[in-house]
Nanobody, 111 residues
Framework: QVQPVESGGGLVQPGESLTISCTVP????????VLWYREPAGERRDWVSS???????EYADSVKGRFTVSRDKGKDTVYLQMNNLKAEDAALYLC?????WGQGTQVTVSS
């Protein structure tokens, strides 16, 4: 199995935007959905968003209208664009594809 690699995390202020990525070599040929989860420090891991191999998207209520997931098949990469970030969005963001988990990318939201 190929492990996903997340990137793009960082420190932003409330109200700002950030886009994180999940690259999975061979993703397009594997025809797997990709799911994003997040894990705030000391809290449980929660599902955030999903995108199917056909491009169907789903979102948790807490991020609906602010986050957008998309897929670049040519790059075997899935993006999570996060707008109007809030303090409660701060977390380690992880993606999972074909049952393989990445190591995560940290998003910090602080003024």
């Amino acid at each position: 199995q190929v492990q996903p690699v997340e990137s793009g995390g960082g420190l932003v202020q409330p109200g700002e935007s950030l886009t994180i990525s999940c690259t999975v070599p061979g993703l397009t040929s594997k025809n797997c959905p990709v799911l994003w989860y997040r894990e705030p420090a000391g809290e449980r891991r929660d599902w955030v968003s999903s995108i199917s191999s056909g491009g169907r998207t789903e979102y948790a209520d807490s991020v609906k209208g602010r986050f957008t997931v998309s897929r670049d098949k040519g790059k075997d990469t899935v993006y999570l664009q996060m707008n109007n970030l809030k303090a409660e969005d701060a977390a380690l963001y992880l993606c999972v594809a074909c049952t393989s988990w990445g190591q995560g990318t940290q998003v910090t939201v602080s003024s």
